[in-house]
């Protein structure tokens, strides 16, 4: 730097009234433009890199939640297939319980109601 630029940048140190955001313009216009315009391709490059990754990971995340959409309708159906299963099995429970159908297997069988005297009643 020059003994001018120097000078300027003390005179400005010592200003009491200047704010920083007056000196930090005044710090970054001392830099030579060929300096600013060295960086700019490293930012574009640096912005479209972000972009690039900003753009993979919401079709990522697009991409699971599709694939988690798919899996809950998928339970969902089978639930509601195992809970009809569920129902026509208690059906069928309760149907197989029943005093008059116990009766009609006990007669396909050869069984027959027992005579008074045989019963025992057996305490609980």
């Not at 060929?34 to 919401?58: D, E, H, I, Q, W």
């Not at 309708?73 to 089978?78: A, G, M, P, V």
């Amino acid at each position: 730097m020059n003994a001018s630029k120097w000078k300027k940048l003390a005179a400005e140190s010592t200003m009491e009234s200047g704010s920083n955001t007056e000196r930090d313009s005044n710090v970054q216009s001392t830099l030579p433009p060929s300096k600013l315009r060295s960086f700019a391709p490293y930012c574009l490059v640096l912005t479209l890199l972000v972009l690039l990754l900003t753009g993979l990971f919401n079709v990522w995340t697009r991409m699971d939640q599709i694939q988690l959409g798919y899996e809950i309708s998928n339970l969902q159906t089978k639930n509601k297939e195992l809970k009809d299963r569920s129902r026509e099995l208690s059906l069928e429970l309760s149907s197989l319980e029943s005093p008059a159908e116990l009766e009609k297997m006990a007669k396909k069988q050869g069984l027959r109601l027992p005579s008074v005297g045989r019963i025992i009643h057996v305490p609980k």
